[in-house]
């Protein structure tokens, strides 16, 4: 099914940031595993393979909408030297993505494309979800301080 | 934060050159080896560049409104900025 070409560049801009994100919270994961934050490398792991999924819900649609999905493309990655710059690395990609995407859903609307706007729309949701956790947890690290936050997360 | 990741360059790294006098990309680069392969740090060294020389054009005096310092700015929505005006 043939697509306006405006509708295939909003869903490969989504999906630049998608495949950033596969790479910055995974290597983030890994680098919280080194240190033996265990809990906050489960968590970021499991984002990053979420974000790779989307990836790929992305790259389908591009290829069913006649378009060339574009994989080479990759963003700035934010990453940290500790903890705290980790996370606020990470709700900086977040933020960027989440308004993207209420443009790309914007976008999709106007041009009756519903199937891409419900894909925006699953991946807002997941967005939205990290960026609460990611949120909570630098609360966590004001309300306790960074060494009780780290203890808990080993 | 890391912004040169290809050499492992830190923004520390970074503020240190640009207050011993790195003014321009091409210091940076001679000087720390960065925005060399990928380049996509190139963008975030700029910006920090440019932060410096606006902190000190608004140490002049009279000024009426004080700039950010360098050491208490906060970068992270200066690379937000990065991310969205890349796309």
Same mark, same amino acid.
């Given at each position: 099914?043939?697509?306006?070409?405006?509708?295939? =560049?909003?869903?490969?801009?989504?999906?630049?940031?998608?495949?950033?994100?596969?790479?910055?919270?995974? %290597?983030?994961?890994? +680098?919280?595993?080194?240190?033996?934050?265990?809990?906050?490398?489960?968590?970021?792991? =499991?984002?990053?393979?979420?974000?790779? =999924?989307?990836? *790929?819900?992305?790259?389908?649609?591009?290829?069913?909408?006649?378009?060339?999905?574009?994989? &080479?493309?990759? @963003? =700035?990655?934010?990453?940290?030297?500790?903890? !705290?710059? +980790? %996370?606020? @690395?990470?709700?900086?990609?977040?933020?960027?993505?989440?308004?993207?995407?209420?443009?790309?859903? @914007?976008?999709?609307?106007?041009?009756? *494309?519903?199937?891409?706007?419900?894909?925006?729309?699953?991946?807002?949701?997941?967005?939205? !979800?990290? +960026?609460?956790?990611?949120?909570?947890?630098?609360?966590?690290? *004001?309300?306790?301080?960074?060494?009780?936050?780290? &203890?808990? +997360?080993? | 934060?890391?912004?040169?990741? /290809?050499?492992?360059?830190? *923004?520390?790294?970074?503020?240190?050159?640009?207050?011993?006098?790195?003014?321009?990309?091409? !210091? $940076?680069?001679?000087?720390? @080896?960065?925005?060399?392969? /990928?380049?996509?740090?190139?963008?975030?060294? #700029?910006?920090?560049?440019?932060?410096?020389?606006?902190?000190?054009?608004?140490?002049?005096?009279?000024?009426? #409104? &004080?700039?950010?310092?360098?050491?208490?700015?906060?970068?992270?929505?200066?690379?937000?900025?990065?991310? $969205?005006?890349?796309?």
């Amino acid at each position: 099914m043939k697509s306006d070409l405006p509708t295939v =560049k909003l869903l490969n801009r989504v999906l630049k940031n998608e495949l950033t994100a596969t790479n910055q919270f995974f %290597l983030h994961a890994r +680098m919280y595993k080194n240190w033996g934050l265990n809990a906050l490398n489960d968590h970021t792991y =499991k984002a990053s393979i979420k974000a790779m =999924k989307q990836a *790929d819900d992305l790259i389908e649609r591009v290829l069913f909408l006649e378009g060339l999905p574009n994989l &080479q493309d990759l @963003g =700035k990655l934010l990453i940290g030297e500790n903890t !705290d710059e +980790m %996370l606020r @690395g990470d709700v900086t990609l977040v933020t960027a993505m989440r308004t993207q995407l209420v443009e790309g859903i @914007g976008h999709c609307e106007s041009a009756t *494309d519903y199937v891409s706007r419900e894909l925006l729309e699953d991946i807002l949701e997941h967005t939205e !979800d990290h +960026m609460d956790w990611l949120e909570t947890q630098l609360s966590l690290i *004001d309300k306790v301080g960074s060494k009780n936050y780290l &203890q808990a +997360m080993m | 934060m890391y912004i040169c990741i /290809c050499e492992q360059v830190t *923004d520390r790294e970074i503020k240190a050159a640009i207050n011993e006098g790195a003014s321009s990309l091409r !210091d $940076l680069r001679n000087e720390l @080896g960065i925005a060399k392969e /990928c380049g996509q740090c190139g963008h975030c060294a #700029k910006a920090m560049l440019k932060e410096h020389a606006d902190h000190n054009r608004s140490e002049r005096p009279p000024l009426p #409104k &004080q700039a950010p310092s360098c050491g208490s700015t906060d970068l992270f929505p200066l690379f937000g900025h990065a991310i $969205l005006a890349s796309d």
